[in-house]
């Protein structure tokens, strides 16, 4: 990877009147890890004017959602190769150009648009017209983070090779030895329960509860908890530690007459 003059990361851009990033740099640029959402033009649009020869473009990991032009643009044909990989473009609108008759000319979807004579490489992009289809968080509250089910999670390029190591939160990258598409590496914190089964019955006048687990990883104890007009803790029942084998667990309530709810934390 040939020396930096510029790097555009962890950029949050969302209702701008125009594009969301433009880039008019000599070349040589790195843009990574950056949020475009609901902007009016194209979401990262790199022009030719001041590029020198024998340079390059990186776009890396980005996400784009709902433009109003193309994902992204690139007129930069003087350069060696401009390099988009893991890109993350979702609903933008039909491109538009600017012609010598000061009119605009519109075109078909464009997700990626390039001059001719550009040169590219483009591995491990996703696109899609729809936004349900990339398995967003929550798109009404700009939350652009992927969900376990995305597409785009586990199916990324790994880039350390070019220097990202972290996401748009500074979380890790790779999560689980895999990049994932887009400016979110999907993170899922595993419980430190694998509850198999779990049963309550009045036995006697009392209440007994009964669980099994298949594995737990450092659990101290588990919690029962009752909810009158709020939790309260009334017994404490000593967990396994980290272990894979099966654990059964047992709990009596005495008091049975009290109407309340029981909970089990771990």
């Not at 125009?18 to 000599?26: K, M, W």
């Not at 790994?158 to 887009?182: C, E, K, M, S, W």
């Not at 101290?220 to 709020?230: A, D």
């Amino acid at each position: 990877m040939a020396a930096l003059r510029a790097i555009v990361t962890i950029n949050f851009i969302q209702y701008g009147n125009g594009s969301g990033i433009n880039l008019f740099g000599i070349g040589n640029n790195k843009i990574y890890n950056n949020v475009i959402a609901n902007v009016e033009g194209i979401g990262i649009f790199a022009d030719d004017r001041a590029t020198l020869p024998n340079t390059r473009f990186y776009y890396l990991n980005n996400t784009i959602y709902n433009t109003g032009s193309d994902g992204i643009r690139i007129y930069s044909d003087e350069t060696l190769d401009n390099v988009l990989i893991n890109n993350l473009i979702i609903n933008p609108q039909t491109y538009l150009v600017y012609q010598n008759d000061a009119t605009w000319l519109t075109g078909q979807d464009a997700f990626i648009r390039l001059n001719t004579n550009v040169n590219r490489t483009l591995q491990n992009n996703y696109f899609s017209r729809w936004a349900s289809t990339a398995h967003f968080t929550d798109t009404l509250n700009s939350d652009f983070s992927l969900q376990i089910n995305s597409p785009a999670t586990d199916a990324g390029q790994n880039l350390t090779a070019y220097g990202i190591t972290n996401d748009f939160d500074q979380t890790p990258r790779p999560f689980n030895g895999v990049f994932d598409i887009g400016a979110f590496e999907f993170h899922q914190i595993p419980l430190p329960v694998e509850l198999t089964s779990f049963n309550a019955v009045c036995k006697n006048g009392q209440v007994e509860l009964s669980w099994q687990t298949a594995a737990e990883q450092n659990n101290s104890h588990f919690e029962i908890e009752i909810n009158r007009n709020g939790f309260e803790t009334i017994a404490s029942v000593n967990g396994n530690g980290t272990t894979t084998d099966i654990s059964n667990y047992i709990f009596i309530d005495e008091n049975i007459n009290e109407i309340k709810k029981l909970f089990i934390t771990a």
